[in-house]
């Protein structure tokens, strides 16, 4: 069985730049969600994805967007970067009315000069 | 907007003492995980607690939920250093809210030996 990876690890990035984070979700997992975790703070929510569609969102700006592949693998963008973008980025797949538990990934730091 | 309230934010111990860690809010969770997160990693699901007034226990760890399902507390006994990281408690709301979680801040807990 194989885990949640992200990639790529560490990603440093200037203000108004835009950045792709990927994450392949874990075998016999369809549903993929988003979290960003500032330093020293617990992780929140960004988005879903199931079936390959936006399904709930949590109070980002729309310049966050995200896509679900027929792999349910899944991509986070963000455009326009802030300095306040920086924060570690995480997904989690989970089997949607299966257990509720989701599994994470290792994460994606993302800092933004 | 929902919120968890987590308390206390940091614990520093010696090995082979007790503490619990509490997570409160206003609002009612169809479910309630506990993660624990190590620097660098994603959070690691450690139970999770679906019924009111329900406890589980996973060998020195001890999670109860409560019977209005608005709080829970996690109960680590006779604490050892391996026991230190992040703790963060998670809650659900169920129905279309599957799989998407209101984190607490966290709990960083320092077991000293």
């Known amino acids: 069985e194989t885990g949640v990876t992200q990639s790529p690890t560490h990603l440093i990035k200037t203000r108004g730049q835009q950045v792709t984070l990927r994450c392949s979700s874990q075998s016999g997992h369809n549903t993929v969600s988003w979290y960003q975790q500032a330093l020293g703070q617990g992780p929140q929510f960004i988005f879903q994805y199931y079936r390959e569609e936006e399904n709930g969102r949590g109070n980002f700006p729309p310049r966050f967007s995200g896509l679900q592949f027929p792999n349910y693998s899944s991509e986070l963008n963000v455009n326009a970067l802030e300095l306040d973008d920086s924060a570690l980025y995480l997904c989690?797949?989970?089997?949607?009315?299966?257990?509720?538990?989701?599994?994470f990934g290792p994460g994606t730091r993302l800092t933004v000069l | 907007t929902q919120l968890l309230e987590q308390s206390p934010q940091f614990l520093s111990i010696q090995e082979g003492e007790n503490l619990t860690v509490y997570c409160n809010s206003s609002s009612v969770f169809s479910s309630l995980q506990w993660y624990r997160q190590e620097p660098g990693e994603g959070p690691v699901l450690l139970v999770t607690?679906?019924?009111?007034?329900e406890v589980k226990k996973l060998k020195r760890l001890t999670f109860q939920f409560g019977d209005a399902r608005k709080d829970s507390s996690l109960h680590i006994t006779a604490a050892q250093p391996g026991d230190t990281g992040l703790y963060l408690c998670a809650g659900e709301s169920g129905g279309t809210s599957y799989g998407k979680l209101t984190f607490g801040q966290g709990t960083i807990l320092t077991v000293h030996p």
């Open positions: 989690a797949s989970s089997l949607m009315g299966g257990p509720r538990e989701q599994f």
């Open positions: 607690v679906v019924t009111g007034g």
